[in-house]
Each structure stands twice: as C-alpha cells, then as structure tokens.
C-alpha cells in the first residue's frame, strides 16, 4: 500500500502526506502497510476503481489467518498455536515449551529494506512487494535473483547499497521454496510432492521449521545429527552463530537470511533422502505419493514395504554416535551397551580408544565403569563397521 501511494503521489509531483490529507481527507498514516483504516480503503476504492478486497490485500491485514492468525500481538500462546502445532525435522516430544508475552508471526523487530534488482531495473516504475518487508523470501520467483538491500522511500527509489554487483542467481533449493512461497501468496495453496495443501499450512511449516533449526542441540536427542548437517550443507555456523533462543521474527535481519537458507536446504534434503526427518509433517516433503490423496485427488493404495530392520538398527547406531560426540549421557549410555560382559581393562581400554576414534571426548567416559543390562553386543572393532 505505501509503495503504491507514494508512486501515485509522485505521479503527481505530490508527497504522500499531501495526497493523503488534502486529496483523500486523511491525515499521515503509519501503518499503510499493516492495518489501514476501512474508511481510507473505501475513499481509494471509490477513486481508483479498486476493489476493496484487493485493496486490504495490499495490507498485512488482508493476509489474516493466513500468513498470520491475528495482528494482535498481546494473544496468550501464540507462539505455541502458530509454530509448535507441526513437526518436521524433530519429533515433537523434542520440542520445549516457549512462553512469549507479546508476539506476532513474520513481522520483524527491525525494518527490511531488500527488493529485486531486476524487478526494479525500470526506473519509471519501481514497486516494492509487501512480501520483501517480512523475512520470508531469499529471491524474487519470478526472475529467480537474490533480494538485495537498498536504500530509499518507496515509490522513491534510490539505489542499491553494494550498486555495482550484478544480480546474484539463487541456487536450486532456495528459488524452490520461494516458489512455494509465492505460490501461498497468490493462489491460496502450495503443491508439495505428496499433495497440494493450503497456503496457511504452508506458512507454519515454514515457521516450524525455522524453530526446529534453531534447536540447541541438548534439545534434539537422536535427531541432532540431522539438525548439523543441515546447517553443515548450507555453509553456516550452527544455528546461525546463536547460543540462546530467541523468536525468528526477532532475530537480526543478517541472522534471518541464514535460518531462511537452512530450511531452503532442510526441505531439499528431505526431499532428495539427505536426512531423516522424525516430524510427523515430514511425509508432506517425501517424493513419494501419500496413501490417499495427491493434490487433493485420491489415489490407490500401496502395499507396505516390509521394514529392513538391521538399516534402520545401523541407522540408529550412526545418529547415537553422532550425538555421543556432544552430549555425555548419550555417550555414557552408548558405552554401557558397548562394553557389557567385559569387565578386564584391557578390552574396556580397547573400547574407549575406539570410541575416541569415532570421535567421542575421552572425558565424556572418563571415570566411568558401564553397568548395563545389554549381554548379547560384542565390539571389538569400530563402531559403525561392527554393528
């Protein structure tokens, strides 16, 4: 709404206080973009030939419950309603309780400036998204380019800040959500693999998923092994260099870029089989068809595949020992079922040495003598390779 006033306004040599005041009989309005008044959008309306519903949709308001349940930040577990109801990556008995007084979904703390060069290039017209405002896109889904940070008023466009570098493309993973995201905004759904879904389920996947990769690790159990490759794939510290937990909206805006092309990365892993994800949502990235339906159409039933049980033991064993490596009870207990039935120090030594091999801290097993009830394991090799 703003960029579309301020370019009316300059059209006709105005500024947008002017054309507010004198031509539409309303005084400086701060929240164009947010919640305009209902009076101002039927003055509008009945000068430009509008409709109203188009109109509102140029507002975040005219994007509620979809994008967000409410524009009202004080409603008790919002948070909780909106973000944790899903599950991806974790399980959800992973995910921890978060208490925020006042908090609203997409909307950051601090004002994003990004737009698409290439949407710009033409200086005669020069409209900026609604979506770039919020942190929830890396590239235009048009011209599948970055979003670049500017500098100037809407409707008013100045320049970019880094001017001379061309647009940057966006890999395959990044331009794939955006699509989706896009396609949320616009025709009210999102086709995933498994069947098409509607655009408000879209929007608390994505934001589930955001939460899950900025999961501390002593939180993920068994699937902290997934969250770090994830991130290991898209090339940034772990959680985005974060040590404590605080809401995405909040985040520093260079800080939200890397969650957004982590979970870029996160949905094409799980597409391509690159990680196991343990949500029970996952299944809607799997590439295979869904018992029931495909985009909303039903299809036959599959007869099960019988379980290879020694895979999914070995693949237990590799994600145990990837969360050995950082959490001590896990490998105190992992230990335990290595080392049962042996007693002399020498095989016990044995043991350790191959679990520091494996890359276990020597002093996560410093000290301790396994007790376990776990007689039928023998290991005398490396862990991944016996088992």
């Not at 501390?216 to 969250?227: D, E, N, Y």
Request: net charge neutral; glycine share 6%.
């Amino acid at each position: 709404m703003s960029s579309w006033l301020n370019r009316v306004a300059a059209g006709y040599r105005m500024d947008l206080c002017d054309l507010l005041e004198h031509d539409l009989g309303h005084g400086p309005v701060d929240d164009l973009d947010t919640a305009p008044l209902l009076s101002l959008l039927t003055v509008l309306s009945q000068r430009s030939g509008i409709e109203l519903e188009r109109l509102r949709g140029m507002s975040l308001a005219g994007w509620v419950p979809w994008l967000l349940d409410s524009l009202d930040d004080r409603i008790p577990a919002a948070l909780e309603t909106y973000a944790f109801q899903f599950s991806v990556l974790l399980p959800r008995r992973n995910r921890k309780t978060r208490s925020i007084t006042r908090w609203r979904a997409w909307l950051p703390s601090q004002p994003i400036q990004r737009a698409c060069p290439v949407c710009l290039s033409d200086p005669a017209d020069q409209p900026l998204l609604l979506a770039w405002k919020l942190p929830l896109m890396l590239s235009c889904p048009l011209h599948g380019c970055w979003l670049e940070s500017y500098w100037g008023m809407p409707g008013r466009f100045l320049g970019w800040k880094n001017a001379d570098a061309a647009p940057r493309t966006a890999n395959a993973a990044i331009a794939a959500m955006d699509r989706r995201t896009w396609q949320a905004l616009t025709t009210e759904y999102v086709a995933l693999p498994r069947r098409r879904v509607h655009a408000g389920l879209w929007f608390r996947l994505l934001r589930t998923l955001l939460d899950e990769l900025n999961t501390p690790l002593s939180h993920c159990g068994s699937c902290s092994a997934s969250i770090r490759h994830v991130w290991e794939c898209c090339g940034h510290p772990l959680r985005a260099g974060q040590s404590l937990w605080r809401p995405y909206e909040i985040l520093a805006p260079a800080v939200q870029l890397q969650m957004l092309e982590a979970a870029a990365t996160a949905i094409a892993l799980i597409e391509s089989n690159g990680v196991s994800p343990h949500g029970e949502q996952a299944a809607l990235f799997l590439m295979e068809p869904q018992t029931g339906f495909i985009n909303d159409l039903p299809v036959k039933e599959r007869k099960a595949q019988p379980v290879d049980h020694w895979r999914e033991a070995a693949k237990a064993l590799k994600e145990a020992i990837a969360e050995a490596r950082h959490n001590r009870e896990t490998a105190r207990a992992l230990f335990a079922l290595a080392s049962h039935g042996r007693r002399d120090p020498e095989s016990l030594g044995r043991l350790r040495v191959t679990f520091s091999q494996e890359g276990v801290p020597p002093e996560f097993l410093s000290h301790y003598v396994p007790n376990g009830p776990f007689a039928f394991l023998s290991m005398n090799d490396g862990l991944s390779d016996k088992f």
